[in-house]
């Protein structure tokens, strides 16, 4: 079975601080890992995703195969960064594409203060 | 492109009632796939329709069933509505064999159960 925990409901940093939001996850098989964002009032986006290894916003997450974990990180932490993020966990097909069904962690309300 | 639009924003059904959601994907996609979201959870999801069929499905009773149309828009209908279905339900469009977990979200239809 797929599942994706994010073990903090809420992170607050201040401006220009690091953050790092956790995702771990337990999947059998080899799995492709995101991150979502929902900004207030705003429907919920995608932020990265692991396969492409880039860098959305200043964010990056590695994925850690090892320890099972895709964790968010920012090196200096913006206010527009205050926002929902969900770490979400789909099945990766042999052809590199991956349609399945996403499993969601229960998200991370992250704030950043001025 | 408007993205994915869903109809309706709001609605409140009483207990036992039948319910059906819309939704219109974004222009070029072909794959529809219904997430629920209840208060302070990551979505949940519901099944996916590719051609008209459903492609997958996740832990749902049958009360919930769905619809794909020849122009790719959707629908959800949920049967004998039961206070728990009370839930934000998304709706997420996708190119299929080029998904790579990059489905676009709507804004979601708030159903409220009294």
């Known amino acids: 079975a797929q599942r994706v925990t994010q073990p903090e409901k809420l992170l607050s940093v201040f401006k220009g601080a690091p953050v790092e939001l956790k995702c771990n996850y337990s999947?059998?098989?080899?799995?492709?890992l995101f991150w979502y964002v929902q900004y207030s009032r705003q429907r919920l986006q995608l932020l990265l995703r692991h396969i492409s290894r880039e860098s959305i916003k200043g964010f990056t997450a590695d994925l850690n195969k090892g320890e099972t974990s895709f964790h968010l990180k920012k090196p200096f932490a913006q206010e527009e960064d205050s926002a929902m993020y969900y770490c979400?966990?789909?099945?990766?097909?042999?052809?590199?594409?991956?349609?399945?069904?996403?499993?969601f962690g229960q998200g991370t309300i992250l704030t950043v203060h001025p | 492109d408007a993205g994915v639009t869903q109809s309706p924003t709001h609605l409140i059904k009483t207990r036992g009632q039948q319910v059906t959601l819309r939704c219109s994907p974004k222009s070029g996609h072909d794959t529809v796939s219904w997430y629920q979201q209840a208060l302070g959870q990551g979505p949940q999801f519901i099944f996916q329709y590719y051609e008209e069929e459903e492609r997958q499905r996740g832990n749902f009773p049958d009360r919930f069933s769905g619809h794909q149309f020849p122009n790719y828009s959707s629908e959800l209908n949920v049967n004998a509505l039961l206070l728990g279905d009370s839930a934000l339900y998304l709706c997420?469009?996708?190119?299929?064999?080029?998904?790579?977990?990059?489905?676009?979200f709507g804004s979601g239809t708030r159903l409220t159960v009294v």
């Open positions: 997420a469009s996708s190119l299929s064999g080029r998904g790579l977990g990059g489905y676009t």
């Open positions: 999947y059998s098989g080899s799995p492709e």
């Open positions: 979400a966990l789909s099945k990766a097909n042999a052809g590199g594409t991956s349609y399945g069904k996403l499993t």
